[in-house]
């Protein structure tokens, strides 16, 4: 990040975090008035624990949620607060001061704040005693516990997110003071939330995010003690729509329920299986064309456009194996497994493996959604194997069709359920959404991976692409669990109101917007989540 980066970051920091300007004040009020005098109020251990997180389109789901619920049952309203970030602003009160208005705005309190929250030094030896006795390479950190709850995978990913320096993608260090902070942290908040747990009988959690140890520790305590879990899910980050997503009770990550998306088509009936079949062709012809669906518009450029920038693609007999990076610093492990501790190690030993090949040339896309850092990551890469050839994220995927692929290379992307639409082979390194279809290559270890690639002839002949069974993982992947139905609710179009990918969403023209539309925008919310009350969250209480 840039030196100017940092400054413009503190600046619009701080003026977010401290100036309370005409639209806040005016969408603080605006709550308040909306709830005050519906509130139910009651000396009562049942409670909704809310993310204590600063998002205003999340923030106004959860108020309604909240005060829907309290009406109906008196429950009250906590939440919880772990910071994200190790910064300067995030060790003081004062900067919560705006963020601690709304909550409140909304009946909304304070139960559990990390600052302040010290753990004594004879504790931090006796924790880092353990972690160190416990944990000797990567792969034993990966599934590192505490009081049987996993945090390894958390710890693994908020160290790659969170850390000052992005020069490396990968734990070089099991022993690094900040990733053991970490594991002391992850010590602290287990406690913490498990005290609630046991004190209070907590009816609903309502996080941000199921990753990362300041959010995904509290999901898998409620999970272990069958407390239902509510994500406002983004349907592909595409800032126009929030959908209510209930967890199911074994599923832990920020993902829809893939593992049962075969499951699922089969309950429907016949004529249900033949509109989705024909749902899942239309969505297919649209991303191929070209046009602008709901996920691809997280993307700068849509990479199924025809004329994007000239791509490096060589025009010649070689075999050509594309690796389709992943964000490094982002949620490595959203999905049940990998074969590979993270995604850079995944990127160097696939390169190596693919160089015991002959006659090949190995190509790198860059993923179009990545966190600063990622390009310095590809370059140290390159250097380290400078046959291979980048391609900028705006490089079409036509033309790496047209290239025609020796094979596809991922760990959970997207490609696995595009590139077969090609008849092209795509190979998964670990859990993916696509894990139950025959139309992608799934390897469950190391070996296997490298067999699969090393012999692709073998295994390209056990591929299936069934046109049928596209259909029905893009109907199921982009539609099924975003209709209008039992599933899942939501509000209508209000880009204007919240631009997710924009960093201003908080900003003062975002809650001008929401003032101007206030009563539709909340009555809204307050009739999808009836009808999502009533038909999978009524039985829960």
């Known amino acids: ?74 429950f009250q309203l906590k939440y919880f607060y772990f910071p994200f970030y190790n910064s300067f602003f995030s060790k003081f009160n004062f900067f919560l001061k705006k963020r601690r208005k709304i909550y409140e705005s909304f009946n909304c309190f304070e139960l559990i704040n990390e600052i302040g929250l010290k753990i004594n030094d004879s504790l931090k030896e006796k924790i880092i005693e353990t972690y160190k006795s416990k944990v000797s390479s990567k792969e034993e950190l990966l599934n590192f516990k505490i009081k049987d709850i996993l945090v390894g995978d958390l710890i693994y990913d908020t160290f790659l997110r969170t850390k000052n320096s ?43 995010h199921s990753s990362y140890i300041q959010y995904g520790i509290s999901v898998r305590i409620a999970t272990k003690n069958n407390v239902p879990v509510i994500f406002l899910y983004k349907k592909g980050l595409s800032g126009k729509k929030i959908y209510f997503l209930k967890k199911d009770d074994d599923q832990v990550y920020d993902n829809l329920p893939y593992h049962r998306f075969r499951k699922t088509f089969n309950q429907m009936s016949i004529s249900e299986q033949k509109n989705a079949i024909s749902i899942g062709q239309e969505l297919i012809n649209k991303r191929f064309s070209g046009e602008g669906d709901d996920y691809m518009r997280k993307f700068k450029v849509n990479p199924y456009k025809r004329k994007n920038k000239n791509n490096l693609i060589k025009l010649n007999s070689k075999k050509k194996y594309f690796i389709f990076s992943h964000c490094f610093f982002d949620t490595s ?27 090949y040339e190995i190509y790198i896309k860059s993923h179009p959604f990545s966190k600063w850092g990622n ?154 989540f009836d009808k999502f009350y009533v038909n999978k969250l009524k039985n829960k209480f």
């Open 1 to 74: 990040m840039s030196p100017f980066r940092k400054i413009y970051n503190k600046f619009f920091y701080t003026f977010h975090h401290i100036i309370e300007d005409k639209n806040y004040k005016k969408f603080k009020n605006l709550i308040k008035k909306r709830y005050q005098n519906k509130y139910i109020k009651k000396n009562s251990k049942d409670i909704i624990l809310v993310d204590f997180f600063d998002y205003y389109p999340f923030i106004i789901y959860w108020a309604e949620i909240c005060n829907y619920l309290n009406n109906k049952y008196g």
């Open 166 to 208: 992005r020069a490396r993608a990968t734990i070089d260090n099991l022993n690094d003071p900040y990733l053991i902070n970490l594991v002391i942290r992850s010590h602290l908040i287990v406690d913490k939330l498990t005290e609630v747990f046991k004190e209070y009988n907590v009816k609903l959690l309502l996080p941000s």
């Open 333 to 359: 492990h959203n999905f049940r497994s990998m074969i590979y501790t993270d995604l850079y190690e995944w990127i160097i030993e696939t390169i190596k493996i693919i160089k015991l090949t002959h006659n």
């Open 375 to 528: 390009k310095q990551i590809l370059e140290q890469i390159l250097k380290i194997f400078p046959e291979v050839i980048l391609l900028d994220e705006e490089v079409s995927n036509h033309d790496i069709i047209k290239s025609k692929p020796e094979m596809i290379l991922t760990v959970h992307g997207s490609v696995g359920h595009e590139f077969p639409v090609k008849k092209i082979a795509v190979l998964n390194a670990g859990d993916n959404q696509h894990i139950n279809y025959q139309f992608n290559l799934h390897a469950t270890n190391i070996q296997q991976y490298k067999d699969m690639i090393l012999n692709i002839d073998k295994y390209r002949n056990n591929l299936i692409f069934s046109h049928e069974e596209l259909c029905e993982f893009w109907y199921m992947r982009f539609f099924h669990y975003f209709k209008d139905d039992n599933n899942q609710q939501k509000i209508n179009d209000n880009s204007e109101l919240f631009k997710f990918n924009n960093q201003k969403t908080n900003s003062s023209i975002n809650l001008k917007n929401i003032n101007l539309k206030f009563d539709s925008v909340f009555d809204e919310i307050n009739s999808s």
